[in-house]
């Protein structure tokens, strides 16, 4: 008894609570706290019961998923305790006038004896395998099940949705998570805003979840800082200054105009700056002395047309943006005292590039490209012309997919609406099914193959080909000896006798691991950092073939049970099921 309350103690104080307050024992549904009355009323309450969450459909026409939220639900479950509040209120809401017994117990429930099996947090996951196996006294378990889905559910949505972004943008373009203001409220802000970075996302604005997940965040100014200055009269300070407060330069304003009036002297260039809006001009300006080592301008502020046709569609772009650049890159030398190299000076100062907000983007970041690679010619700027371009503007999947094939010159995309509320598919459609109790195999069947569950405990094998690629996962009876390399196993689907294939593996990988042992004296894993999920989320994307991954009819990954297990859960169905009779 001491042994389980040090344990207890232990798990509880090692393992913080969730990062949302309001997941608690109550976020859960009414009848799961009906059945535990129940359960207890019977006696049945301690009776040893296995679940399996699992869903049973990919996402977004696609044919895998990525797995999220499992750190959330092991926080959950180290953390279990219902307070007397919270009791008082199931005692009012439960239509009946439960025994004082009933209180009490549900006073003294944790989690100390619950067992958690489950697929590392960022693996690619597919259809009826179990994503968590949840081992303990049914009533306990069964006030898991809604927080539990509840958690993986949308967290593994999004993940999947930010890695279907990641596939059809590349390896090498920037992904920006911007939809805090678009997102399911804070909740779901912030949550988004961690399972985008797990699927692949490079950095987040939302400041709120750089804080609590150390994800990067990313941010430049919007459409109201440029519209709010009327003339460049209004910067007070034209000081360009070092983080340590010094100047470098007394009017940097004036540096600029003159810069302007090169330009426009340009033969390559005459015309795209003759008509500068002195709004944008003047915020741009502004902009650039606050954030001098890391300008980012958004360039469509304005509807305003340049002579040229290059700048069809872009109002006021690069008129500020570039004058800025040539000053960093050129006169930031001659004025910094002539005491550093010019490498010193791009230490210090550095444009990053542009944010385009609307218009054809697929056009006008070829436009802007041929510009920025004009200005390095033009004025002798080695890596200008390979300054960031950064989209935005209700971006989706299926627009990546446009401009990849229109052909652009995109660096960077920002993405919200449809990255953080799934705009595309509303749930995944996890469940929570009950598949042993007392060590006895249960089964639900149903007219529908998908909703027939797969009993008894099982062990969970992913099996790759010569080429390193996964080739297969199959559940075994969890006392079946595994798969090993170079043997042939028989691999079955687990409802159609005749899907079935052998598969020699070159490698084995088992894939269920405990991360809450109980009682039991079996090693926890550990809750890796968000860094390594996301690490473990691109790797495993990299192990899947290109035809499982592809947008438009992806070819099926298959999912199977071994021959033992298919008899097994056939001689169970037919025993199940009740025999029908004709008169």
Do not use: P
């Given at each position: 008894m001491e042994e389980k309350e040090s344990k207890k103690k232990n798990r509880a104080g090692s393992i913080p609570g969730p990062t949302n307050p309001m997941v608690t024992p109550l976020l859960t549904d009414l009848y799961q706290f009906t059945m535990a009355y129940a359960y207890w009323k019977a006696g049945k309450h301690q009776e040893r019961a296995v679940f399996d969450l699992y869903f049973r459909k990919n996402p977004f026409g696609g044919e895998y998923t990525v797995f999220a939220g499992l750190e959330e639900c092991v926080r959950f479950v180290a953390n279990y305790k219902l307070s007397n509040q919270e009791v008082d209120f199931i005692k009012k809401n439960l239509s009946v006038s439960?025994?004082?017994?009933?209180?009490?117990?549900?006073?003294?429930?944790?989690?100390?004896?619950?067992?958690?099996?489950a697929i590392p947090e960022g693996s690619v996951v597919f259809p009826k395998v179990p994503l968590l196996r949840v081992e303990g006294p049914v009533a306990v378990v069964q006030l898991l099940e809604t927080p539990f889905v509840n958690l993986i559910n949308f967290a593994s949505l999004v993940s999947t949705n930010a890695a279907r972004h990641r596939f059809v943008a590349g390896k090498s373009k920037t992904l920006l998570e911007f939809g805090l203001r678009r997102a399911q409220g804070p909740d779901g802000a912030v949550g988004a805003s961690k399972y985008s970075y797990i699927g692949g996302f490079d950095a987040t604005s939302n400041v709120a979840a750089g804080m609590l997940f150390g994800i990067p965040l990313?941010?430049?100014h919007s459409h109201a800082f440029v519209s709010s200055y009327m003339n460049v009269d209004e910067i007070k300070d034209k000081s360009l200054r070092r983080k340590d407060g010094s100047?470098?330069?007394?009017?940097?304003?004036?540096?600029?105009?003159s810069w302007l009036k090169?330009?426009?002297?340009?033969n390559s260039l005459r015309g795209n700056f003759a008509e500068t809006n002195k709004s944008e001009l003047a915020a741009l300006i502004s902009y650039a002395l606050a954030f001098p080592d890391n300008f980012l301008a958004l360039v469509?502020?304005?509807?305003?047309?340049?002579?040229?046709?290059i700048f069809t569609h872009i109002c006021m772009l690069e008129s500020m943006f570039i004058i800025i650049n040539l000053f960093f890159l050129k006169e930031s030398y001659n004025c910094y005292y002539s005491l550093l190299s010019l490498d010193d000076v791009l230490s210090r100062y550095k444009a990053i590039g542009i944010r385009l907000d609307s218009g054809d983007l697929a056009y006008l970041s070829c436009e802007v490209r041929k510009l920025f690679c004009s200005i390095e010619k033009e004025f002798e700027l080695p890596g200008f012309g390979k300054m960031i371009i950064t989209a935005s503007n209700d971006l989706n999947e299926e627009t990546l997919d446009a401009l990849n094939k229109q052909g652009h010159e995109i660096?960077?995309?920002?993405?919200?609406?449809?990255?953080?509320t799934c705009y595309a598919q509303a749930a995944l459609g996890v469940v929570f099914k009950l598949v042993e109790i007392n060590n006895k195999p249960r089964i639900k069947l149903s007219e529908s193959f998908s909703k027939v569950t797969i009993p008894c405990k099982k062990r969970i094998y992913r099996l790759y080909g010569k080429e390193g690629y996964a080739l297969v996962d199959i559940m075994t009876g969890e006392n079946e000896p595994p798969p090993k390399e170079g043997e042939r196993i028989l691999c079955r689907h687990p409802f159609q006798e005749s899907k079935r294939a052998y598969v020699v593996p070159q490698k084995v990988e088992e894939l269920l691991?405990?991360?809450c042992a109980g009682n039991s004296d079996k090693k926890e894993g550990t809750l890796p950092p968000l860094k390594d999920i996301r690490e473990r989320c691109?790797?495993?994307?990299?192990?899947?073939r290109s035809d499982h991954m592809r947008r438009l009819n992806p070819t099926p990954y298959k999912v199977s049970v071994s021959g033992k297990l298919y008899e097994f859960i056939h001689f169970l169905w037919l025993n199940e099921a009740p025999v029908g009779e004709l008169r």
């Open positions: 439960c025994e004082d017994a009933f209180l009490d117990y549900l006073r003294g429930i944790d989690c100390s004896d619950v067992e958690v099996y990313r941010g430049t100047s470098t330069c007394k009017d940097f304003v004036s540096l600029v105009q090169k330009i426009e002297k340009s469509d502020t304005y509807d305003l047309w340049f002579s040229l046709a660096d960077a995309y920002g993405i919200g609406t449809y990255l953080v691991r405990c991360y691109i790797k495993q994307l990299e192990q899947m």
